[in-house]
């Protein structure tokens, strides 16, 4: 059984830029969920995909965007970077139910925006 | 809004010397409470789910319990290869699972 993967493991960015970041969930699971955590912090969530749809979201601005495919990999995109968008960010996937949705996350992506 | 205290901030233990880990929390309804370990520029691991208060989870050195306002990881008799951070998180009932973390408490264990 694979574990969650994430690319690129490392990504410089301009300020303005745009960004996209790619995830893999583990096998069979059916949620991913993103979170950007700074350094010294805890994870923050970003948003989340049940099924392909968005199903809940953090206070984060409408230019932190995703999707979910059919085959539960997921994408993150960020437009417009900002300094303060530096930070690693993590993919966690899932097999949710009506009662448990223990989440297991991937290596993360460190993303630096000078 | 849910929030999660975790102290202290850092501990630094020597091999042998066991010690617990506090996590503090408020939430609207608990779905579950988790508990992640984190080495330095990686992933958070996932150690363990507790969902209602009294229960325990046992992981090889780690014993995580919970009550109605709290939640301890226990180590006993650390070793160095237990260094590293640990992040508490709560989950609240509802269609979003978010996972709301406090900041973690930095475990440095000394041979």
């Known amino acids: 059984e694979t574990g969650v993967t994430q690319s690129p493991t490392h990504l410089i960015k301009t300020r303005g830029q745009q960004v996209t970041l790619r995830c893999s969930s583990q096998s069979g699971h059916n949620t991913v969920s993103w979170y950007q955590q700074a350094l010294g912090q805890g994870p923050q969530f970003i948003f989340q995909?049940?099924?392909?749809?968005?199903?809940g979201r953090g206070n984060f601005p409408p230019r932190f965007s995703g999707l979910q495919f059919p085959n539960y990999s997921s994408e993150l995109n960020v437009n417009a970077l900002e300094l303060d968008d530096s930070a690693l960010y993590l993919c966690?996937?899932?097999?949710?139910?009506?009662?448990?949705?223990?989440?297991?996350f991937g290596p993360g992506t460190r993303l630096t925006v000078l | 809004e849910d929030q999660v205290t975790q102290s202290p901030e850092a501990l630094r233990l020597q091999e042998g010397e066991s010690s617990s880990l506090n996590c503090s929390y408020t939430?609207?309804?608990?779905?579950?409470l988790f508990w992640y370990r984190q080495d330095p520029g990686k992933g958070p691991e996932f150690l363990f789910t507790?969902?209602?208060a009294g229960e325990e989870k046992e992981k090889e050195r780690l014993k995580a319990t919970l009550t109605k306002k709290e939640s301890f990881l226990h180590i006993t008799a650390p070793k160095p290869e237990d260094s590293a951070t640990y992040l508490c998180a709560v989950q609240a009932p509802g269609a979003n699972s978010k996972l709301t973390f406090g900041k973690g408490i930095t475990l440095s264990v000394r041979p």
């Open positions: 966690a996937s899932s097999w949710k139910t009506l009662t448990t949705d223990t989440q297991y």
């Open positions: 507790l969902y209602s």
């Open positions: 939430v609207s309804g608990l779905r579950g």
């Open positions: 995909y049940y099924r392909e749809e968005e199903n």
